[in-house]
């Protein structure tokens, strides 16, 4: 059974910086993109950026790019995403998906909570 | 960029209704669209891609149908596990994946 596991939830200030992780089990991933979705409370599904497990080429939405960071590691299965400094309209649920005719595969979610 | 307009936002419909959620895209994208249904506090779960191509776990109830920049989503005898909220979604070769602002049907 493929599936992710993320990082738990996490509560900052603005100007923190976080990190947040998706490990992927049960399949290999050493040839899928995965990318990192953002879901405001209330509001819709907004596309952040994907990486690719091989080589970790990516690419960023442009409404994201400059303020994020996607990485990879391939030996642990595991993608990333980071801040340098929080804001808090980043107060969101993260998800990571995998990219396989669509959006295949989801995490639960990594809910993030800015607040000072 | 691509721009994906979902419509109506919402719609109530009754168990055994058939409805027909919509996508517009701002330019042609061929049939590079994917479906979505999320229900609340759970990730979304895909039903479609490709326009058409039903994920195998989904109920034949749902079918999806379009090219270039009009698409649909419909469900026929609707029922009450239905209610949720219906995103389409563009993908262009790992450049572009934005989705639609979301359509939510509820059962009535």
């Known amino acids: 059974d493929v599936h992710f596991v993320q990082s738990g939830a996490e509560v900052k200030k603005p100007g923190d910086s976080l990190k947040i992780s998706c490990e992927g089990f049960?399949?290999?991933?050493?040839?899928?993109?995965i990318a990192w979705v953002r879901q405001m409370p209330g509001k819709g599904l907004e596309w952040m950026g994907i990486?690719?497990?091989?080589?970790?080429?990516?690419t960023y939405s442009p409404a994201f790019e400059g303020r994020i960071t996607i990485s990879a590691d391939k030996s642990t299965r595991t993608v990333f995403l980071q801040w340098s400094s929080l804001r808090t309209s980043d107060t969101a649920l993260y998800f990571c998906?995998?990219?396989?005719?669509?959006?295949?595969?989801w995490g639960p979610g990594t809910s993030v909570t800015v607040s000072s | 960029d691509i721009q994906m307009t979902q419509s109506p936002s919402t719609l109530s419909a009754s168990v055994g209704d058939r409805v027909t959620f919509t996508c517009r895209a701002s330019a042609g994208i061929s049939r590079r669209v994917a479906w979505y249904q999320q229900k609340p506090g759970k990730a979304p779960k895909l039903l479609l891609h490709?326009?058409?191509i039903l994920e195998s776990d989904v109920p034949s109830r749902f079918s999806g149908s379009g090219i270039g920049t009009e698409f649909s989503l419909t469900i026929t005898n609707l029922q009450p596990d239905d209610s949720a909220t219906y995103y389409c979604?563009?993908?262009?070769?790992?450049?572009?994946?934005?989705f639609g602002q979301g359509t939510k049907l509820e059962i009535e």
């Open positions: 979604q563009h993908y262009d070769n790992y450049s572009q994946y934005d």
């Open positions: 990486v690719y497990f091989g080589d970790s080429d990516r």
């Open positions: 998906a995998r990219l396989k005719g669509g959006f295949d595969v």
């Open positions: 490709k326009a058409s």
């Open positions: 049960g399949d290999t991933f050493s040839t899928d993109w």
